[in-house]
């Protein structure tokens, strides 16, 4: 995965993706399979010299990589995608940034249940005991950047908002609350769980009931350090809950009719699951974030 955040940044990738005729190798190679230069060429209907120059400008980009290969009688170049997802966060002017209440690191939970097989990690290391439900206790949890539980809850205390948000004009009420987290249902690793139910509450109110999809790319996740084991769960799927005024929507579908008129008092936000979860927070999965609340 590529991932910028600006766009100044991401120029060299746009203008390599800025040609129809690029747009078609990248599309021939995404299918999986290494593909030479005469094929490619072959396939586009062009001389295999016409097809190098527009070859080199991905490669710059590092969009794919070309791999020189013996073959029979001399070598072929052969070609393949480096990445599969492109990723551009852009500040939108630092709108984004202003109106942020809190990322909250995943590791200050102020209340827990948790069974079954769980744990804690930190970018230098497992926390504790690995599969222990005692490390939940341990005075190092602040620093967790990953934590996964195979049945129960965790709760989290609401960073200070008002009907006004973080905003000092009173003017300007509070349309809606967002928050976003990096999930996965598997906790496990090896491909064991593929699938799993997770529920958000704002309190006792329930905002929904999703079901969480395991990712299929087997790759690291773009922050994951090294050390961790390359079979346990490597990112998660960034999910977003909106409490708006006509209701809760999670990536958009709307799953109660729960409103930011019914949370303005509210405390806490809780994560449930009985099937199994993964959080991933600062240095782990894709995203590099903890619950964030905006």
Known sequence: MLRFTSLKDAYP????IGSPLRLEILELLLLGVPLNIETI?????????ALTRHIKILEDADLIQVKTMPLNRGHQKL??????KII?????GGALEKSSIADVPIGLFSDYNVKGRCGLASKDGFIGSRDSVTAFLNSSRATTNLLWLEKGYLTYLLPPFNEYGNSADKNKALDELRIS???SPDFIGNDTISRGSVSFFIDALQLGTI????????????LTPTWHDSTLPQ???LK???????????DGEKTSSITINDIKKAKSFTIATETGLTLFGQNFGDYGQGIKFF
């Open 235 to 237: 990112y998660g799927i």
């Open 41 to 49: 060429a072959k396939r586009l209907h062009l001389t295999s010299g």
């Open 88 to 92: 551009i966060e852009l500040p939108t």
């Open 211 to 222: 079901w969480l999809t395991t990712p299929s790319d087997k790759r690291r996740g773009y």
């Open 181 to 183: 987290l990096e999930i």
């Open 79 to 84: 070609c393949s995608m480096n990445f599969d």
């Open 240 to 250: 977003l809950v909106r409490i708006c005024h006509d209701g809760t929507y999670i």
């Open 13 to 16: 990738i746009c203008a390599a």
